[in-house]
């Protein structure tokens, strides 16, 4: 049974057009979590919420925002794509912040940017 | 910066061999490291994590703070563990998420 369910799993959007990638999750765990993972790279986190609470990474672009309106969903917005900005996003979960606990991710959602 | 280095891009053994992957971190305080799997086709998943201090699959990793290593063992590789394997640490006081090495592909051939 998937826990944590990213749509769509492959995206293309225009260069400058906004996308949304959505993550949904039925462990209703308190922080919810965006990474990007460009090819042969860690995955870098882009910011998560902690509840309500949104806490974003200092070196991630302006143009990548979220929203979570509820403890089950999470959204990225990417307002303007550019060609940098194709690459694997990953949506994760988990019980607590910190890493103490086991982290659930989605399957991943691949950008392609034209 | 806080880093968590995987040396080897790619590891290729044969069914049956030991099996190695390195990890080395750079860290602050008591560090919490991790090891994620991910097969093909599949998400990105917990395989075992240093305070366990369990096996899982075969596999087990030992925190040597000394050499800051946490390197990954099985000591017979089957078809079945081929895969991603990350590497992983707490953020301990600098943050509040998962940091990742870049990764080890693990091809297991008869």
Not at chain 1, 34 to 47: E, R, T, V
Not at chain 1, 63 to 85: A, E, K, M, V, Y
Not at chain 2, 2 to 14: C, I, M, N, Y
Not at chain 2, 20 to 31: A, D, F, M, R, T
């Amino acid at each position: 049974d998937a826990m944590v369910i990213q749509n769509p799993r492959y995206q293309v959007t225009q260069f400058g057009k906004p996308v949304t990638l959505s993550c949904s999750q039925t462990l209703n765990h308190n922080v919810m979590y965006w990474y990007q993972q460009k090819s042969s790279q860690a995955p870098k986190l882009l910011f998560h919420y902690y509840d309500k609470d949104f806490n974003n990474e200092a070196d991630t672009p302006d143009n990548f925002q979220s929203r979570r309106p509820n403890t089950s969903f999470c959204f990225l917005d990417i307002r303007s794509p550019g060609l940098g900005d194709a690459a694997m996003y990953l949506c994760a979960t988990s019980r607590t912040p910190g890493g103490e606990t086991e982290a659930f991710f989605g399957q991943g959602t691949r950008l392609t940017v034209v | 910066a806080q880093r968590v280095t995987q040396p080897e891009k790619l590891l290729s053994v044969f069914k049956g061999a030991p099996v190695e992957l390195k990890c080395n971190y750079s860290y602050s305080g008591s560090p919490e490291l991790f090891w994620y799997v991910q097969y093909s086709r599949q998400r990105l998943q917990l395989l075992l994590r240093h305070i366990s201090r369990e096996s899982i699959k075969g596999f087990t990793a030992d925190l040597n703070k000394g050499e800051t290593s946490f390197h990954l063992k099985k000591p017979f590789a089957q078809e079945e563990d081929s895969a991603m394997y990350y590497c992983a640490r707490g953020p301990g006081q600098a943050g509040t998420a998962l940091i990742f090495g870049k990764g080890t592909t693990l091809s297991v051939s008869s």
